[in-house]
């Protein structure tokens, strides 16, 4: 059986450019289990779908590897309200 898929929205800072939204889309992309990512470099967030849950150091780690900081993500379970999922500012010590 294939899990649901779920949305995750993560606020991500430094980017300032299309090239940035490359990056981090690239990166992101490698996690297994993500469908599809959607970079906001305005917003500086990005949204990701996935097929299964993603591990917050996963994340963390592609974020960084492309040479920005996550600072926070949002998870929205398929076919959930948005209003009520929780808001999680993973620090170091909680996701390392």
Known sequence: ???PAASTTHTVTGMVCGHCATLVTEEISRIAGVTAV???V???TVTVTSDRRLDPRDMRNAVEEAGYELTAFHAVPHGADEATAPTISPGRAEIA
């Open 42 to 44: 305005a917003g500086q």
């Open 1 to 3: 059986m294939i899990a």
């Open 38 to 40: 959607a970079v906001d």
